[in-house]
Nanobody, 130 residues
Framework: QVQLVESGGGLVQAGDSLRLSCEISAHTFSIDSIAWFRQAPGGERDFVASIGWWHGYTYYADSVQGRFTISRDNAKNTMYLQMNSLKPEDTAVYYC???????????????????????WGKGTLVTVSS
């Protein structure tokens, strides 16, 4: 069973940076892609960024392109999200997710609220004050 554990959330001011981590506590040979999603208060879960676990191709939501960087360290079984120039509208619970068959590109376009992605973490809260 694959378990995902996020860390690194917190309270920051607009313009600050944060780095989120997602540790995968199991063998990753079955994983095809991994991604970050977020859910703002009262909102639905939205795509943020995804990366192919093996090939490393990346995809971003328009709202974070140029400010956020997704990466992974296969040796450490860990994915990261470097968030720069944070805005109050980035405030949300950030979730990492992984799938055995869905590509990173597909993760960038599916609706995570209605599509069954294999594995989810419990989330980490990011709050950006103005």
């Amino acid at each position: 069973q694959v378990q995902l554990v996020e860390s690194g959330g917190g309270l920051v001011q607009a313009g600050d940076s944060l780095r989120l981590s997602c540790e995968i506590s199991a063998h990753t040979f079955s994983i095809d892609s991994i991604a970050w999603f977020r859910q703002a208060p009262g909102g639905e879960r939205d795509f943020v960024a995804s990366i192919g676990w093996w090939h490393g191709y990346t995809y971003y939501a328009d709202s974070v392109q140029g400010r956020f960087t997704i990466s992974r360290d296969n040796a450490k079984n860990t994915m990261y999200l470097q968030m720069n120039s944070l805005k109050p509208e980035d405030t949300a619970v950030y979730y990492c997710a992984a799938d055995r068959a869905i590509t990173a590109q597909a993760l960038s376009v599916i609706d995570p609220n209605s599509f069954d992605i294999d594995y989810w973490g419990k989330g980490t809260l990011v709050t950006v004050s103005s």
